[in-house]
Every structure is written in C-alpha cells, then in structure tokens.
C-alpha cells in the first residue's frame, strides 16, 4: 500500500452534473466544505454549454466566488478552446478535458471523432500554457460498444495526449465496467508506471471500491471521488454514482494511508449535500459514519 | 484466488426479516428461483417468534412448499431448542444458529449472556442430530458497543461452538465494521485455516464487495449473501443490507472463479424480488447488469 494518497474531489461538478441545478452559493459552500474537510483538489465547475448541462451555468461565478485556500487546486472540466479560455479568464489552477477510448462514446458523448478530440486537447494544452491540463480518457475499462477495447487501447491513447503535453492522464470508468482484473490490466498496460496516473471510478456495479482497493495494491495514488457517491442519474436507484470520498478515505483510514482528509466531517458535507440535490445519496459512510464511530 | 466458492444466499431469511411480510407462496417461488439460478444453498425460513419477526411467520409452511432439488442444502435459522424441533419436524437439511461475539449486542438481540447462548447452541446440536448446524457469531469484525472487541475474539468463541459440535462456523460482520484488515485480523486468529468457515458480509459502509474480494485472496470460500442486497433496513436508505449474491458472483465470474451460478439469472431474480418489497434493491448489477452485458 502507498504511504499517501491524492484524492480529487469531483462532486461540485461530475456529482451535480446531472441534477436540477444548484444554486451558485450552494455550489461555492459545497467547494468550501470540501476543503474545510481537508481535500486540497477539487473541481469546482464544467465550462460547457448552459443549455446543454444546466446544472453547470454559472461556471465563471462559481469560481469567482470561491475564497481561495492556499495549497488547493481549483480544477475545471472544459470541452473545447472556448471553454478552456473562459476557465482560464475565470483563474482555475487545472483544466480537466476529456476523450473516450471508446470511438462510438466519444462520437455519442461529444459527437467528435476521436482524432478531432485529440486535436480539440492540443489546442487546449496550447492555451493552457503554465496551468496544468488533466485528459480523463473515459472507457478506460471498457466500451458499451466495442466489446474489444481493453485497458490497454485506453493507455494507448493516453499516452499521446501525454505526449501532446497533457500534463496528468486519468483512465475513468465511465460506465461501471472496471474490476480488479481491468485494473492489473491496465497497469500492465502502463508497464507499472504508475506515479502521477489518475483513476476516476464509478460504482454502476457495486464495484468502485474493490477497484481501488485493488488499485491501490498496484501502486495507484491518485484518485477522482465525490462527496456522498454523487454523479449518478437522480432517476435510476443505485445508477454509477461515482466513487464516494468519504468511502475511500474511511477505507484508506483504516488501511494507514495518509490522505489529509477528515473523514467525519466529509461525512456531515455528504450529509448537507443530500439536502442540496433532495435525496439520499448512495454513500454508507456518510449515513452510518466510519467504522471508528461505531467503534468509539 | 479459490478455483471455487459456494454461496449461501440467505436473502428468503435474513434478507426478507426485516421487510414487511410477505406471502409464504411468493416465499417459496423466491427460494425456487434461487435454485433455478443455480445457488445450492439457501437459508429459506427462521423458525422464530411470528410476534418478534412478523415476517417470518409461516415458516413451516415455506419449509413444507418447496420443492426440493437433489444436492441442494435448504437451511433455518433456529433461535432455541424449540425452533430447532419446529424446523426439524418441517425437516430443513442445515440449523443455522445465532451467537454474538459481543456480550453487549448478545444481551440485546436475544436478551442472553453469551455463556447461555452457548448453552442454547449446544442443545440444538444435540437435537440435530445427524443435521449439520451452522454456527454464525456476529460481531466478528467488531463490536458497536465493546470498542476493543477483535475478531480473535470472535474465533475464541467460535472455535468453543466447533468444540460443542457445530459443523461449520461462520463470522457475520452484523453492523458493517469489518475491513480488508479486519479480514486479515480473522485469517491471522484462525491461524489461516479457513477450509470450511464461512463469512457473511453486510454493505452498512459499502465495503461488503472489498471484504469479500479481500477474504478471497485469503483462500476463505465460504460466504453468506443475499440476492438484491436484501437485509438492510426498509426505512433508511443504503443501511446495511447483505453483500448481494449478484454483485459477487460477477466479481468471481471475472476472476474466473467458479460458483456454478447463473449471474444474469440471479440479476432478473433480483429485479423480480423489488416487486415483492415494494421498493429498489440496493445491488448496481440487478439494475446494470454485470459487465459482461454491457460488453455483450
């Protein structure tokens, strides 16, 4: 196991993607309670179109409206130049941008070609300059679509958008297909270089944790979560939340890997953040707490 | 990893027990559909109090309903002697027996001194006879009321049961506390000799799959499960429901490990049994399906 592990909180913006939109206050407090917890990288905000994820307007505001803390990264998923340029106007320290390893996801998801979202991450590495550009390859563990494509074709193409000047690769499983298998696949892939490579799990089967869990054992220390397990669709129960902060660093707790975050007051933010979107979130740490609460 | 794991789904017993009560007919075609999917244990009834646990009435009904399938293990939980005679009479193939390492959680649930419960199993064993009795100490990962309580605490008690003639002992993670460690803990107090001892894992924090995966790379391969995630309690949302037979047999059909068990047959069960609770499953692969679906 790693003696330190970086967890990137996604919530304020893969958890409340697709829910009713939040107010901007809301979002700015739900930024500030994850860094009061103890979480030193979040991302805060998608610069992508109003119209098309309305839970993401006033991306510009959210940022305004932060108050900084030094030591934290304030990241921001944009899609395109343009938005990488208002994020960059809005003063984020990292862009977040995406592809999918997968040709028809990318195509669905982006209706883009894969090249020509390669192409759309150089002209965003290239406007980034100083700021650091973080490429999530999606379908990092498999296609919904193209029952062949394996870790291995993910690492391929993370490899060209590192070569391209992305400053961090993050391999996602976008659609809850990852297993610990896929996960010793994909650092077979890497050929076990491993620092620096980000994670970004969703729990569609149950599996979000054993995958880390497995992760970690291979050297993995770089982790994308939400608060509560938030970033499934509100309309399906249990539909691939995204890795729970609170339930990975209770897992990391236990394990004796450093995270810096307190895992008890994540757990009152997972809690708060319920009121927020109007339901439960799929989370058992946030509602039954750590197992050291129950301990002591 | 095992080449092979044997399940026992005790979705029928401790998954519907907390559930409002539901038509011995629906019962006994829930604990037929188990089977047809390929489980070859199953804990159908508990022959308790109907005014305790309303939904457990009928149990010699369910026992007497099914029809039974060669090589197939149908088991009760038996409180006492006295239930051990009802479910006798009703001529179940396994007892299964409650006990807790905890002498606080012991006095709660059955209002008994451990010492007593150790006598009460003791005289179900003599009853039994030539049926095996499964003897589960719960708590086996950690007390919510004895904060220093550890899992060789709990092999103290279970190898006295194994001592008095139980045929198998299984740990129950009853509030959801165990972690990979812990798992390790039990491994270590067993001295590594898992052959035949059983784990039954709850999701109360989310960790029933890692637990599971954890104490599969130990060589245990006996586990309690519950097809959908049953057990949790009906009134607050993710509150610790069983380990769901399906999300484990799609993590073991991955890891090529053989159960002899139909995932997406268990999967539509679990959709099949919404229906009968009134409400979704906690499980990701009764509504995702396993991953081999989507790659499909």
Redesign the interface.
């Known amino acids: 196991m790693p003696a330190r592990v970086s967890i990137r909180d996604v919530g304020p913006r893969d958890g409340l993607q697709p829910e009713e939109p939040i107010p901007v206050a809301d979002r700015i407090a739900l930024v500030h309670a994850l860094v009061d917890a103890g979480l030193t990288r979040v991302e805060v905000a998608a610069f992508v179109s109003p119209k098309a994820v309305p839970a993401m307007a006033g991306a510009a505001d959210v940022v305004a409206g932060i108050e900084r803390r030094p030591g934290v990264t304030y990241a921001a998923l944009v899609p395109n130049l343009r938005g990488a340029e208002m994020a960059l106007e809005a003063g984020v320290d990292e862009l977040t941008v995406t592809i999918s390893a997968s040709p028809t996801y990318n195509r669905r998801n982006v209706r883009m070609e894969v090249e020509e979202s390669v192409a759309v991450i150089a002209s965003v590495v290239a406007a980034a300059g100083a700021v650091p550009v973080d490429a999530v390859v999606s379908c990092g563990f498999?296609?919904?679509y193209e029952?062949d494509l394996t870790p291995a074709d993910a690492v391929a193409l993370g490899r060209r958008l590192a070569d391209g000047g992305a400053t961090h690769v993050t391999y996602a499983d976008t659609?809850?297909?990852a297993?610990?298998?896929?996960v010793a696949e994909l650092h077979g892939a890497l050929g076990g270089a491993v620092d620096g490579v980000g994670l970004h799990l969703h729990?569609?089967?149950?599996?979000a944790?054993?995958n880390a869990?497995?992760a970690l054992g291979l050297g993995f220390t770089r982790f994308d979560t939400a608060v509560g397990?938030l970033g499934g669709s509100p309309f399906?129960?249990?539909?691939?939340g995204n890795l729970?902060t609170e339930?990975l660093v209770?897992?990391l707790d236990?394990?004796g890997v450093a995270t810096g975050i307190d895992v008890e007051a994540l757990a009152g933010v997972a809690l708060r953040v319920e009121a927020l979107v109007g339901r439960?979130v799929?989370?058992?740490?946030?509602?039954?707490g750590?197992?050291t609460r129950?301990?002591?």
């Open positions: 498999g296609s919904p029952a659609t809850g297909m297993t610990p298998l896929r729990d569609t089967r149950g599996t944790l054993v869990y497995a397990g399906a129960h249990g539909a691939g729970a339930e209770a897992l236990d394990l439960p799929p989370s058992g740490v946030a509602h039954a750590p197992r129950a301990a002591g």
